[in-house]
């Protein structure tokens, strides 16, 4: 009797798959979700569009109805624009990962993801050529909503400014396209989408977005305060807002990147439950 | 004509509630950013100009309010275009049913489901600290008006779906729901607004509405905001529903 060419010890195709099973990233398959990923884009625009209208709409909108609140002291400028700008460009890498898990609910529901697990490809390889993707994809609205923020007024920042917002904006779509995964491995179905959604929306505004920490309300000022993203956002706005310093930043890469390994612990986890 | 508008009024009605996972964002959107204004904004009430009140959270419950409302609209306006695509509507026309029972019997529907998503914001402020200065009258003012505004959101829901007929197109709506909402002065009081918003707002019926709501909330039964919000409401629901009534007689000659 033939060995099966998978399971069996002696095959190098089996050890091979395993390698790979054991969390070990297979580059070229990485490779191959990105591109999957970003073709998805290419060949439906309109899916680029969440991510900037409606960042745009409520970064327009919220500086025409609030403009006048920095006028209290405590916001360190006199430009909301440039106060909520980094808020918007939180939201946009919210909505563009999120989309992430809503693609991965759809590829459960149509049976891709079951036909993906069967390839040498593993759970590892399968996530970070997801969450890559996002962290690609974001880069078509963020410019899109940069040039209207600078266009209606916002500061533009230094060099420095503008290679940590591009890497913040994109480290917060992979973030949130793991965490939308999560909930796409737990529900199985696309119609978790609005809670990916509303979960990410929600870690963005309950967080130090309308006003600094010292202005919001008691209940609002402890929420934000164990929110991690109000030190990702803290560590955006200083680029718009006052100036770059090394504490607020690393306390930004830190609630990425803590946010971000708990996710992925979770996904992996998640893919463990879906191919038992 | 009254009963086949009934009939319908409340099929529409035990299909919304059918499907309650639909009625959420009504209620749940809306409450999040009532939450995040409230919690993050309240110190705006020190603002030179603010109107004289201690309770931001009232001031904010008709913000809440017309963004459900509006949102409800939209879902109206989605449920039509979604009984176009699946030929529902082309049965509907082929049975001896009104043609105007077709539209009546979605804005009583509306006007129900308006008074319901009223009466939660009420209670969930009352709930949170919220006052209501105008006591029980106001309470029952807020109910009928935003039970009217609800209707007029719906015909404009409806006479969007009779001319696009697809769910998608007017559920691609939603962000311009927002624009409408921050080029008034829902959120924020007209004076304090940035420009242009603060001109616009006075041409946008949406802020008399907001403003008829807030006033017996926030500040007590002071006429001249309430009388302006009901006949802003009232002239809102005459147009959209001439619209929505042309859309339909649109649909009617494109189906024929």
Not at chain 1, 13 to 23: F, K, L, S, W
Not at chain 1, 105 to 125: H, K, V, Y
Not at chain 1, 221 to 233: D, G
Request: proline share 6%.
């Amino acid at each position: 009797m033939q060995p099966d060419p998978v399971t069996s010890p002696a095959s190098s195709g089996a050890i091979e798959h395993r390698r790979m099973r054991r969390g070990v990233v297979d580059l070229p398959a990485v490779r191959a979700l990105v591109v999957r990923g970003l073709n998805e884009l290419l060949r439906v625009p309109g899916a680029a569009i969440p991510g900037i209208v409606s960042p745009a709409i409520f970064l327009l909108g919220l500086t025409l109805v609030f403009g006048k609140a920095t006028q209290i002291p405590g916001y360190g400028t006199q430009s909301f624009l440039a106060f909520v700008l980094p808020v918007a460009l939180l939201q946009s890498a919210g909505f563009t990962g999120g989309a992430t898990g809503v693609n991965l609910g759809r590829d459960i529901e149509q049976g891709w993801l079951d036909r993906l697990l069967l390839s040498p490809a593993g759970r590892g390889t399968i996530l970070t050529g997801l969450v890559l993707s996002a962290a690609l994809r974001v880069l078509i609205p963020l410019p899109a909503l940069l040039i209207i923020a600078f266009a209606v007024g916002a500061p533009i920042p230094s060099f420095i400014g503008f290679v940590l917002t591009i890497v913040f904006v994109t480290a917060f779509a992979a973030v949130a396209a793991t965490w939308s995964s999560v909930l796409a491995l737990k529900f199985r179905s696309q119609q978790a989408s609005p809670l990916m959604q509303s979960t990410i929306l929600s870690s963005i505004l309950f967080s130090a977005s309308y006003a600094p920490l010292s202005l919001l309300q008691p209940w609002m000022k402890a929420i934000a305060e164990h929110n991690p993203v109000t030190l990702i956002l803290e560590g955006m706005r200083q680029c718009y807002v006052g100036s770059i310093t090394w504490e607020v930043t690393w306390h930004a890469f830190a609630a990425l990147g803590g946010t971000g390994l708990v996710f992925v612990l979770l996904a992996l986890r998640g893919f463990g439950r879906y191919e038992r | 004509m009254i009963a086949p508008s009934l009939a319908l009024g409340l099929r529409a009605i035990r299909l919304t509630l059918r499907r309650p996972q639909f009625l959420i964002p009504l209620f749940l959107m809306p409450s999040i950013f009532l939450a995040v204004n409230t919690g993050g904004l309240a110190a705006t009430t020190r603002l030179p100009g603010f109107p004289p009140t201690t309770n931001f959270l009232s001031f904010q419950l008709p913000a809440a309010m017309v963004q459900s409302l509006m949102l409800s609209g939209l879902q109206a306006g989605i449920a039509v275009a979604l009984e176009i695509e699946s030929g529902f509507f082309d049965r509907l026309i082929t049975a001896p049913v009104p043609r105007l029972a077709i539209v009546a019997g979605r804005l009583i529907a509306a006007a129900a489901l308006g008074a319901i998503q009223v009466a939660f914001f009420v209670v969930g402020g009352l709930l949170f600290g919220a006052q209501i200065a105008g006591g029980i009258l106001g309470v029952l003012l807020v109910i009928v008006l935003g039970s009217l505004a609800a209707t007029a959101f719906a015909a404009i829901g409806m006479a969007i779906a009779f001319r696009a007929r697809q769910a998608s197109v007017v559920q691609g709506m939603f962000p311009f729901v927002f624009a409408v909402l921050y080029l008034s002065s829902a959120f924020f009081p007209r004076k304090l607004l940035s420009s242009p918003a603060d001109s616009i707002s006075a041409l946008n019926p949406l802020s008399y509405i907001a403003d008829g709501l807030r006033t017996p909330i926030a500040f007590g039964l002071h006429g001249a905001p309430i009388v302006e919000g009901f006949a802003v409401t009232f002239g809102v629901i005459a147009v959209a529903s001439l619209l929505a009534v042309a859309g339909l007689r649109w649909r009617l000659a494109d189906a024929a």
